[in-house]
């Protein structure tokens, strides 16, 4: 079974400083990890994904994200934002067992920047 | 490229009335997804199809709803008759490998069901 879980349902901060939005996973497997970004009446795009290989991984617009197996956790960062960051941000999960397909998205955090 | 290519972007209809949801996938893409998404909750998975097969739709809610995939390049989801607790934004997302390659998402149809 899979599942994953945003830690924060809204995050503000200014604009031009670090952003982090925080995810931890569950996995019966060794997961895929993704973050997805969701601007306004628009569908979901990929920011970045994990799928075993560096730990580290740098994705569009400057964000990265760091997978922790011992603290199962997925968080997503961003040195200095910009006001067009501002979105909804979800963590997804694949545990990558044969025949599963499905992904298992958090329930999203609502990224708010300050001008 | 072309990305998944959903119509219509947005539908607004009276209660009963039969709906029909589009989508185009990703050329080359063998799966393809369909999603619901409301404030309640959240990101719904519908149904899934492989190869133009449906595999998983526990998630269609009830037999109101129905999808199909008659071809590699196009896949519908009906709602008939349809209710105003199915107005939410409706995706449709492709993929080549799902288990560690990402879903492509369309820009969804916002339905209204009055």
């Known amino acids: 079974a899979q599942s994953v879980t945003q830690l924060d349902s809204h995050v503000s901060v200014s604009e031009g400083t670090p952003v982090l939005l925080r995810c931890n996973y569950s996995?019966?497997?060794?997961?895929?990890l993704f973050w997805y970004v969701q601007h306004p009446n628009k569908g979901l795009q990929l920011l970045l994904k994990?799928?075993?290989?560096?730990?580290l991984v740098k994705g569009i617009n400057g964000f990265e994200a760091e997978f922790k197996k011992s603290e199962t956790s997925f968080h997503l960062t961003k040195p200095s934002a910009h006001m067009s960051d501002a979105a909804e941000y979800f963590c997804?999960?694949?545990?990558?067992?044969?025949?599963?397909?499905?992904?298992?998205f958090g329930t999203g955090t609502r990224l708010t920047i300050i001008p | 490229d072309a990305g998944v290519i959903q119509s219509p972007r947005h539908e607004v209809t009276e209660m009963g009335q039969e709906v029909t949801l589009r989508c185009k996938p990703i050329?080359?893409?063998?799966?393809l997804f369909w999603y619901r998404q409301t404030m309640m909750r959240g990101l719904e998975l519908l149904i899934y199809?492989?190869?133009?097969?449906?595999?998983?739709d526990s998630g269609m809610p009830e037999d109101r709803f129905s999808a199909k995939m008659p071809n590699a390049s196009f896949s519908t989801l009906k709602i008939q008759p349809s209710e105003p607790r199915d107005s939410a934004v409706y995706f449709c997302?492709?993929?080549?490998?799902?288990?560690?390659?990402?879903?492509?998402f369309g820009d969804g149809t916002r339905l209204s069901i009055l």
């Open positions: 997302a492709s993929s080549f490998d799902p288990s560690n390659q990402p879903q492509h």
């Open positions: 996995s019966s497997y060794s997961p895929s």
């Open positions: 994990y799928t075993s290989a560096a730990t």
């Open positions: 997804v999960v694949s545990d990558n067992a044969l025949g599963n397909e499905k992904l298992t």
């Open positions: 050329s080359g893409h063998d799966y």
């Open positions: 199809f492989n190869n133009n097969v449906p595999i998983d």
